[in-house]
């Protein structure tokens, strides 16, 4: 499977498991784990409320318990794909959706991906507007203590 096909196969199941409510909500994280290598290495700015880096199968599990806390939709959109060897760059699109307020952003993304033998070794996330995910997270934050009282 070329580096391209297993992006595509791990953006297809992290859709699933997202709009599945994640683990939080029983959903299998198997289909995303298929695609990553077992040490692989997650890095995502340290300004995000998920940010930070997450090592292993496990770490990038716990990285997704996080997203799916927040959001029910993620959805990786018009993605490009430039090649050179076993690293991808993919240009995109990211679309999400705040599982408690409903909110959308729908930002442009680059990631940088090495796949070796078929899994994901290394992914790291470049986010725009850095600043709009922490508004919308903290709304929810904020919505979810009102409902709760």
């Given at each position: ?67 799916s806390r927040h959001f029910d939709v993620v959805d990786v959109q018009d993605a490009k794909f430039l090649t ?66």
């Amino acid at each position: 499977m070329s580096p391209q096909e297993v992006l595509e196969q791990f953006y297809a199941a992290e859709r699933i498991y997202m709009t599945a409510g994640g683990v939080p909500a029983g959903a299998s994280f198997e289909g995303m784990g298929a695609t990553l290598h077992p040490d692989v290495q997650l890095h995502h700015s340290p300004d995000l409320p998920w940010g930070g880096e997450w090592h292993g199968y496990e770490g990038f599990k716990g990285w997704s318990v996080e997203m799916s806390r927040h959001f029910d939709v993620v959805d990786v959109q018009d993605a490009k794909f430039l090649t050179s060897g076993n690293q991808v760059v993919v240009l995109c699109n990211l679309y999400t959706r705040s599982r408690v307020t409903g909110r959308s952003i729908n930002n442009p993304m680059v990631q940088v991906v090495t796949v070796e033998e078929g899994r994901i070794t290394d992914f790291r996330a470049f986010y725009w507007n850095v600043a709009e995910y922490v508004e919308v997270t903290s709304e929810a934050e904020k919505q979810a203590a009102a409902q709760s009282r």
